[in-house]
């Protein structure tokens, strides 16, 4: 049987390029934990490479870890984004810290005008600058190899200057005891600077993050006011959410 899910999941790596451990485990019904034991002897024989819990073809070896997130799953993050860009109107104010949802939103944004945006994100600030007449406040600090951004104390100092109509943050993990949370303390720090900062206060997220717990606790359910994904939440998380006084909404799929 693990002969055959090695087979399996070097099929579907090769079929969608890059996917989360997650994800291959949903797809072929079994745990995270025989999923990377089935992943380990693929590494270590070459056949596919790990980064940041996904896995990849070898030719995307020199590609950013960041580059290789956003293929996956690509689909509901773009719905996610078309519908939190519905809700944006032209001149308001954004604050958007570095994800690969967040990502998507700025390009769903190109279509905006007058926008105020403040980010920590080269890739955000790339996408959205000179557009339109948009405003774009970049983070200072040294912007990280893997995914282009800056945290830390310069990073923090510049944001909190700022007060906007929506602060939106990518979600790492979510479960309905440890709340929202990350793998990295900066960019858990980063995030709940950013919620601090908006009127509006928004979590993005696509359902592989349900039921995750990450290493740093951003916020409580309740220090967001609403939550936009691409799937109802597992009962007990959406009860929990409820609770909290948290809006959920559910993007529809889109082409």
Excluded: W
């Excluded at 700022?162 to 793998?183: L, T």
Aim: glycine share 10%; aromatic share 4%; hydrophobic share 45%.
């Amino acid at each position: 049987m693990a002969s055959k899910r090695r087979g399996e999941i070097k099929k579907l790596v090769q079929e969608h390029g890059a996917l989360s451990i997650s994800g291959l485990a949903d797809r072929l019904g079994v745990s995270l934990e025989t999923i990377r034991r089935d992943v380990k002897p693929l590494v270590d024989e070459g056949a596919i490479v790990r980064t940041h819990g996904a896995v990849g073809l070898p030719q995307h070896l020199g590609e950013a870890p960041f580059e290789a997130r956003m293929r996956e799953n690509a689909a509901a993050k773009r719905s996610i984004a078309q519908f939190v860009a519905a809700t944006i109107h032209d001149g308001d104010s954004i604050m958007l810290d570095t994800g690969t949802t967040t990502s998507f939103l700025a390009r769903e944004l190109l279509q905006h005008r007058n926008l105020t945006v403040v980010t920590n994100s080269s890739d955000v600030a790339r996408t959205l600058a000179t557009m339109n007449g948009n405003k774009v406040f970049m983070a200072g600090g040294e912007l990280r190899s893997d995914n282009g951004a800056a945290f830390g104390v310069l990073a923090l100092e510049f944001v909190g200057r700022f007060h906007v109509d929506h602060a939106v943050i990518s979600v790492g993990a979510i479960d309905r005891q440890g709340g929202i949370m990350d793998y990295d303390l900066e960019e858990a720090e980063f995030a709940r600077t950013v919620l601090s900062r908006g009127a509006r206060k928004l979590a993005v997220t696509d359902g592989t993050k349900f039921g995750r717990r990450g290493l740093v606790q951003v916020c409580g359910l309740g220090g967001v006011d609403e939550l936009v994904t691409e799937r109802e939440p597992p009962a007990e998380l959406a009860q929990a959410l409820k609770a909290a006084g948290v809006s959920v909404h559910i993007a529809p799929a889109r082409a």
